[in-house]
């Protein structure tokens, strides 16, 4: 065993950095120069700048694209495989593109190449950004959590959320929901659903410190949707009254007290407290 003493540590590719007070400063710039040298060798043409991590079209696939050769096929997924390092520790942004290459690394396509060019034109532009993470002392756990209506190929939702005490996002998720829906509200209750365990793991979690008051507030952009997660089944309609049993956990988190709906100060969002 080795001890790291100091305010800069490295570890499994990361630099942690906490000369600044009150933030760590989490960087993987050795990892992203190596995994885009490594991405030049397999594509020469792969030169120029994205904004974006992910393309508009992302979810828009063309299954009768040209399979990958062999060896891009190997140069694709080790590539994929190195993102997904590197967004789980001080990339977040690049989580949604992530995680749909990560579905696809059996069977690449032409496609899926030029996507993940996108990606890597966008790592070579923000090359140095680091993920900066603070607390502002409010006390106050601020989650955002959406999702998108049928945009995979088997008419499936994505959620996405992450979770913010002030400063960066310390949790961040991406993923394809596992059951189709018949409507948007819906998907969007499928989706809080999923990242309820979340919420309520990282609000014992921090009590557990010794904070005494903690907020836990989960933003979303459907009424509907935080109306039904209020009353559970009580408010079902005949659009909604199919929806599982399992989905309403948010409504027994509030029954029991541990969570309440109100309604957020700015514009006319509405939030799970």
Do not use: Y
């Not at 540590?9 to 600044?20: C, E, K, Q, S, Y």
């Not at 059996?106 to 900066?132: A, F, R, V």
Request: hydrophobic share 35%; glycine share 8%; proline share 3%.
């Amino acid at each position: 065993m080795e001890v790291s003493r100091g305010k800069i540590h490295a570890h499994l590719g990361m630099r942690l950095d906490f000369t600044a007070p009150g933030q760590a400063k989490m960087t993987v710039f050795d990892c992203l120069k190596e995994m885009l040298v490594a991405w030049m060798k397999a594509e020469p043409n792969g030169d120029g700048t994205k904004t974006s991590a992910a393309p508009d079209n992302l979810f828009k696939t063309d299954e009768d694209c040209k399979k990958l050769n062999d060896k891009k096929a190997v140069a694709f997924h080790n590539t994929v495989a190195k993102t997904l390092h590197t967004t789980k520790r001080a990339r977040p942004d690049a989580c949604t593109l992530t995680a749909f290459l990560t579905a696809r690394v059996q069977e690449p396509n032409e496609d899926n190449w030029i996507k993940l060019g996108h990606l890597m034109k966008c790592l070579q532009k923000t090359l140095l950004s680091p993920l900066i993470l603070s607390a502002n002392g409010s006390g106050i756990l601020k989650w955002w959590v959406d999702a998108s209506f049928a945009v995979h190929p088997n008419m499936r939702g994505h959620s996405g959320g992450g979770l913010s005490m002030g400063r960066g996002f310390p949790i961040v998720s991406s993923t394809k929901q596992k059951l189709n829906t018949r409507s948007s509200t819906e998907m969007e209750v499928v989706g809080a659903n999923n990242f309820v365990l979340a919420t309520c793991w990282m609000r014992c979690f921090v009590l557990a410190q010794g904070h005494d008051e903690i907020d836990n507030i989960v933003f979303q952009d459907n009424k509907s949707t935080m109306l039904l997660e209020k009353n559970g089944k009580a408010l079902s309609s005949k659009h909604t009254k199919h929806t599982n049993n399992q989905h309403f956990f948010t409504t027994d988190r509030i029954d029991k007290g541990e969570v309440s709906v109100v309604r957020c100060p700015a514009g006319n969002m509405t939030g799970i407290l």
